[in-house]
């Protein structure tokens, strides 16, 4: 066992002026398995790649083991893989390596093939494998489950419950309830850390805002009771010092210093009770530091002139001779929330396309309602560029409500302003579905729309489809999106 020491951590990218660590003080264990998360754009990639030693930055960071990053960058994906894995650890011992892929449930097949023939699970199986061979290592693991079927994630998950000394940034509940043992949270103000899987740490931020909320309302209280008490006595004050040029009601001269003594305390205490106010209300900001709050929304999805929208059966889909959708059929019908579900490669996407309109081969019946209006999110944020408002005026959303979302979803108002190309991954997911919802459409359609985006979004986005119910058939592979959502699963 040893320590990894932050003291004093400052950082801020060249030309910005917002720090995005400042002053941060924690120490890790090397034997944790930790589970680090935090809204998008709060810095979860940057502080591992200061551990990477990429930039620099104030403080300290000290640490008696090397750091590794996951995905492991390959250069070149046409050599062989068992030549990516000599490049990575160049000492492995072969015996040790399949004792690793066995644990993954990976064929030593797979190591005499071009890399790049590999699918996303295979790759990301491979690389862990050899990346855990290496010893003195703290290994940093960087959003593994993106594009991972359901079945990959939970032998990936369950591989690494078996091992330590990792940070893991993962935005899937259910794979983080299952192989970390410590949370690593960069917070709105503060980072944290504590004992216990993500559901722990969620259970514990819900009591904290419980708590910080009911505080805040007795705060209220407070202020409004300081604040009339206040304006009273700044009345009073103000009568008594009118005195001043005044006569009694005897009509003899009024004593203007003794009255004016009195007005100044008056206005003496009056000033006292509004400095009170004021640190209430600074105790007010203190109280919420953590908690995220967010505006209600109301999104609306245009009504379809008949229940069912979409109709496939016994289609089967096909690239050339070969079959990439074996034969499937369901109907979307209005107020259905599909997951469409199955292993990569089993023929999603191309469903996707067909529904949305692409010129796709295929066998079997398919109808689609005439005039059906869809909103598609894809995988592929690379086009994203520009300011938020021209993107509005381009696709001819509401920018009020479209920023709404954003907000909810934790865009800062500085955010606003800066090219989307500039955004995190997670924050262009974002701003596509924030798109989709604003859409006046009848039927959504998602593919994998929450790879990068932070697990509190992950649950806003739940709340927002579950209180508008919009009609919508989307492929995820978060276990716990699908399960609170869907109404009806369709497996491939």
Known sequence: MSLINVVNLTFAYDGSYDNIFENVNFQLDTDWKLGFTGRNGRGKTTFLNLLLGKYEYSGTISAHVHFDYFPYPVDNKEQNTVDVVGDIYPDYVHWQLMRELSLLDVSEDVLYRPFDSLSNGEQTKVLLA????????????????????????????????????????????????????????????????????????????????????????????????????????????????????????????????????????????????????????????????NVDTSESLKISQLTYHKHQLVELDKVSIYYGERQVCPETSFTIGQGDRIALAGKNGSGKSSLIKLICGEDVSYTGMFRKGSQLKISYVSQDTSHLQGSLSDYAREHEIDESLFKSILRKLDFSRVQFEKDISTYSGGQKKKVLIAKSLCEKVHLHVWDEPLNYIDVISRMQIEELLLEHSPTILFVEHDSEFCDHIATKVVEL
């Open 130 to 289: 050899a990346l855990f061979l290496k010893e003195n290592r703290f290994l940093l693991i960087d959003e593994p489950t993106n594009h991972l079927d359901k079945e990959a994630r939970k032998r990936v998950s369950d591989y690494l419950s078996k091992k330590n000394g990792y940070i893991l940034v993962s935005h899937d509940r259910a794979f983080l309830d299952n192989c970390v043992d410590h949370i690593l949270s960069i917070n709105k103000t503060d980072i944290e850390i504590q004992k216990g899987n993500f559901s722990d740490w969620w259970a514990n931020k819900q009591r904290q805002d419980d708590y910080e909320l009911a505080e805040n309302e007795k705060l209220k209280k407070d202020i409004q009771r300081l604040s009339e008490s206040s304006r009273r006595t700044g009345n009073w004050s103000h009568e008594v010092e009118k005195t001043k040029n005044g006569t009694r009601n005897s009509g003899s001269k009024v004593d203007k210093g003794y009255v004016g003594h009195k007005a100044a305390k008056m206005m003496k205490r009056s000033k006292s009770m509004e400095h009170r106010q004021q640190s209430a209300i600074e105790e007010k900001s203190r109280l919420l530091k």
